[in-house]
C-alpha cells in the first residue's frame, strides 16, 4: 500500500492499491524461499542496532505474514489478522512502533503478547517499492517495553531499503539467467540455419562467392569450384589465379564498381568452361559492409543464363524479349504498376493466383491477392521497391487465390519499365511443398526413429524452453529411467525383441504421463523425462506407474531430482543420474529421489 501523510479513504481504490501492492511482491518471487545469508545478515544487524533480542524481515500476501529471515524466534509465518506488520502496511509512517503492547487496545490482548513469545515491544520499518508499494517490513521485538532512539529508527529505515535493494537484485540475477538461456537457444537456432544455409550452398548449380576488398575468394560454393575445375581452393586466391588476364579484369572492374558505389548491381559475366565452352552468367553482386556501413568485400550470385542469353538475342524488340522470357518461365511473374494494380501476369501467375485467365485478373488490386494481415508491410514493400530504394529478393510470405485459399511463396522484387511505366516486377514461386517438407525434416531431426519420442537434441531444448518461460509454483522434477538387464535380454532374445521391448515401453510410457511433461530416449536402454509443476509427491506417483510400465516381465530403475533455480539443466540431469544409480545399487526396480 502506498505510504502518505493520511490514510486513503476507503473503497474500490484501497482495493486497487492492494491488488497492485500484492502483484509487486509477486513478482520478486521471494514467498518460501529458503534462508539467505544476506537477509539473515540484515536481519542480525537490525537487533543489534536497536538492542532487541528478536528481529526479522516479514512479507505480507493477501492471506499471511511470512518471514523470510528471523532471528531470535523460531516463527516461519502467522495469519495475516495476527500479523503485527500487516498494521505498518497501512500505518502511512516511516517506523511503526508500539512501545508497550500491554497499553495498546489493539494489541493488549494479541496472542504473541499474553503468549510466546509474550512481546511487549514492536517497532517495524516498512520495505517499499520504488512505486511506493509495501511488500513488508524489517522489524525488531522486545520482551520489555522500550523506545527506539531516532537514530535506531534511522537505522531500521536504512536497512528496510537495503532489503528492498536484495530484492531488486536478485530479481536481476533471474533476468540475467533467463536472458543466457534464451541465448543459447537463440544460437542454437543460428547454428541450425547456419547448417541448412551450407546445405543449401553446397546443393545448388547456382555460383556463390565472397571476395575481400583486394579481391581474394573468401567464399566460394562447390558449384563454383566445380566449374574453375582448379586442384587448389579458390579461398584466398583472386580471379587472377583462375581465369584469363582479360576475364579476370572484367570480373575485377565490376567488382570495384559494386564497391566505390555502395549498391547492388547485375552484371552478364563470361566465363570459360572446362571443355571450352563459353558460358554467360546472370552476376548478382553486392556491397558487404562491416557494422559500421563501411564496404569490406564483395558478395555474388551467378547463374548460368547462357540459353536465356540465346533466347533473347533471336528477338529483336527488348518488350518482345522480356515477354518471351516470362511467358515461358516457371516462375509466375506479376507486374504491379505505379497505381497498386495488376498490370502483367504469365501463365504461371495465372495459374497461381486461381484465375482462369490474364484478363480475369487486370487492373485488380495487388492487395487483393494478399491476406489482411500483411497488407500494410506488403503496401510498404511495394511503394519502397517502386522508388527504387530497395530490391527484395528470396522472400518468403503468403498469396491469397481468388478462392481465398493462402499459398506459401518465395519472391524476388525488382522496380522494372513495363510499357513506358515505373512498375514493380515479383517473381513469384510456389513453395508450400518445401515449407512442408522443411517441417517434416524439423519433425525427424526432432524424434527418436525407434520409439517415436523425442531425442536427446529436442528433449534439451524443449526443457531448456520451459525452463526459461515464466516460473512455475510447483518445481520440475527430472528423472532419468534405465531399462534393468536390457543388455542380457537383447543378448538372449535378439535385437529385434530388444527394439520391440523399448518401443512398447515409450508407447505405454507416453499413455500414462500428463499432456504437460516431456518424455524422450535419452540414448540405448535409457530414457528421461521432465516433470514440471511437479511436487515431490506428485512426481513419485507418476514415477511409479512409469515403473510398472515395462512389459515382458521386465523392469527399469529411476533416479530423480527436482530442478533448482540457480541449477543448469545439466546439473539436473548429472544429480537424477545419480539417483539412477541409487536406485540400482538398492537392487534395481526401484525409484530413488536425490
Not at 551467378?302 to 516457371?330: F, K
Amino acid at each position: 500500500m502506498r505510504l502518505s501523510g493520511k490514510r486513503s479513504d476507503p473503497g474500490d481504490g484501497r482495493a486497487d492499491t492492494e491488488v497492485a501492492r500484492l502483484l509487486a511482491l509477486d513478482a520478486f518471487e521471494i514467498l518460501d524461499t529458503p534462508p539467505e545469508k544476506s537477509f539473515d545478515g540484515l536481519t542480525s544487524l537490525a537487533a543489534y542496532l536497536c538492542d532487541a533480542p528478536m528481529a526479522a524481515v516479514t512479507f505480507i500476501d493477501s492471506r499471511r505474514q511470512w518471514l523470510k529471515s528471523r532471528h531470535g524466534i523460531d516463527l516461519t509465518e502467522t495469519p495475516r489478522e495476527l500479523s503485527f506488520c500487516a498494521y505498518a502496511i497501512g500505518a502511512g509512517v516511516a517506523v511503526l512502533e508500539i512501545p508497550d503492547t500491554h497499553l495498546d487496545p489493539r494489541f493488549a490482548t494479541h496472542p504473541m503478547v499474553v503468549g510466546e513469545p509474550y512481546l511487549r515491544f514492536y517497532a517495524g520499518a516498512p520495505i517499499l517499492t520504488d512505486e511506493g508499494y509495501c511488500l513488508g517490513t524489517i522489524c525488531v521485538m522486545d520482551r520489555r517495553p522500550k523506545t527506539l532512539s531516532d537514530a535506531q529508527r534511522a537505522h531500521l529505515q536504512t536497512l528496510a531499503r537495503q532489503v528492498l535493494s536484495l530484492l531488486q537484485l536478485r530479481s536481476r540475477a533471474r533476468q540475467y539467467t533467463s536472458e543466457i538461456k534464451r541465448r543459447l537457444a537463440a544460437d542454437e537456432a543460428l547454428r541450425q540455419q547456419q547448417h541448412v544455409l551450407r546445405g543449401v550452398l553446397e546443393h545448388t548449380d547456382v555460383l556463390v562467392f565472397a571476395k575481400d576488398v583486394d579481391g581474394r575468394f573468401l567464399m566460394a560454393n562447390h558449384a563454383l569450384q566445380h566449374v574453375t575445375r582448379v586442384d587448389r581452393p579458390l579461398i584466398g586466391g583472386t580471379d587472377y589465379d583462375f581465369f584469363p588476364r582479360d576475364v579476370a579484369d572484367g570480373y575485377r572492374r565490376n567488382d570495384r564498381r559494386i564497391m566505390d558505389r555502395g549498391e547492388l548491381h547485375v552484371f552478364n559475366e563470361e566465363m570459360v568452361h572446362p571443355d571450352g565452352s563459353v558460358h554467360t552468367y546472370r552476376s548478382t553482386k553486392f556491397p558487404l559492409l562491416d557494422d559500421v556501413g563501411d564496404v569490406i568485400g564483395v558478395g555474388g550470385v551467378s547463374t548460368d543464363v547462357t540459353e536465356l542469353v540465346t533466347a533473347r538475342a533471336a528477338h529483336a524488340a527488348a518488350e518482345q524479349r522480356w515477354r518471351a522470357l516470362v511467358e515461358h518461365s516457371p516462375a509466375a511473374v506479376i507486374v504491379v504498376d505505379a497505381d497498386g494494380e495488376l498490370a502483367y501476369v504469365n501463365p504461371e501467375g495465372v495459374a497461381l493466383l486461381g484465375a482462369d485467365s490474364a484478363e480475369q485478373v487486370a487492373s485488380m488490386p495487388a492487395l487483393r491477392f494478399v491476406p489482411a494481415r500483411i497488407q500494410r508491410l506488403t503496401k510498404a514493400l511495394l511503394d519502397e521497391t517502386l522508388a527504387g530504394r530497395q530490391s527484395v529478393r528470396a522472400r518468403r510470405g503468403v498469396l491469397r487465390r481468388l478462392d481465398g485459399t493462402e499459398v506459401a511463396v518465395e519472391f524476388h522484387a525488382t522496380a522494372v519499365n513495363h510499357s513506358g511505366e515505373q512498375s514493380v516486377q515479383l517473381e513469384v514461386r510456389d513453395v508450400s511443398e518445401a515449407a512442408a517438407a522443411h517441417a517434416e525434416l524439423k519433425h525427424v531431426a526432432s524424434t527418436d526413429p525407434l520409439t517415436g519420442l523425442l531425442n536427446r537434441r529436442a528433449w534439451d531444448l524443449r526443457v531448456g524452453q520451459m525452463l526459461a518461460g515464466p516460473a512455475d509454483t510447483a518445481p520440475m522434477a527430472i528423472a532419468v529411467i534405465d531399462l534393468d538387464n536390457f543388455k542380457s535380454y537383447n543378448d538372449t532374445r535378439g535385437h529385434t525383441a530388444g527394439d520391440a521391448l523399448l518401443q512398447q515401453f515409450a508407447t505405454a510410457a507416453a499413455a500414462v504421463i500428463r499432456s504437460t511433461d516431456v518424455l524422450a530416449r535419452w540414448g540405448g536402454e535409457e530414457f528421461i523425462v521432465a516433470l514440471p509443476g511437479t511436487t515431490p509427491g506428485e512426481a513419485e506417483t507418476i514415477l511409479q506407474r512409469l515403473r510398472r510400465c515395462v512389459p515382458s516381465g521386465q523392469t527399469c530403475s529411476i533416479g530423480y531430482t527436482e530442478h533448482r533455480d540457480q541449477d543448469t539443466l545439466q546439473d539436473s540431469v548429472v544429480r537424477a543420474d545419480r539417483a539412477l544409480y541409487e536406485a540400482k545399487t538398492k537392487g534395481r526396480n526401484q525409484v530413488a529421489r536425490l
